[in-house]
């Protein structure tokens, strides 16, 4: 009933940029917090960065000043600007949102959803 549909990733050489898109669709009443997160080969996933349905955002370290995220709750769309990437930024990068939607039964009911993925590559 709500998914995340993730756009934007690709190839790119070290000191490049990237824009990630994340569009949430379905049932939707309102959205809370939205972020970026990614999974390296071998590791874990981690955040990237968080943002509030009041547009205030959380960074991780590693990221801090390079990367910018943005939303637009109009268009239910988040954006992750990536500056001055860099080969340890390669990973997939999952889109998330906790959603409040109307079920098909009628409910309303909150969910944490997560988007497909998109793989960064940062290479020369």
């Known amino acids: 009933q709500v998914q995340l549909v993730e756009s934007g990733g690709g190839l790119v050489q070290p000191g490049g940029s990237l824009r990630l898109s994340c569009a949430a669709s379905?049932?939707?009443?309102?959205?809370?917090?939205m972020g970026w997160y990614r999974q390296a080969p071998g590791k874990e996933r981690e955040l990237v960065a968080s943002?509030?349905?009041?547009?205030?955002?959380n960074y991780a370290d590693s990221v801090q000043g390079r990367f910018t995220l943005s939303r637009d709750n109009a268009k239910n769309t988040v954006y992750l600007q990536m500056n001055s990437l860099k080969p340890e930024d390669t990973a997939v990068y999952y889109c998330?949102?906790?959603?409040?939607?109307?079920?098909?039964?009628?409910?309303?009911?909150?969910?944490?959803?997560w988007g497909q993925g998109t793989l960064v590559t940062v290479s020369s």
């Open positions: 943002i509030t349905s009041g547009s205030r955002t």
């Open positions: 379905g049932s939707i009443l309102s959205i809370n917090d």
């Open positions: 998330n949102a906790d959603v409040k939607y109307r079920s098909s039964d009628s409910y309303i009911r909150f969910t944490k959803v």
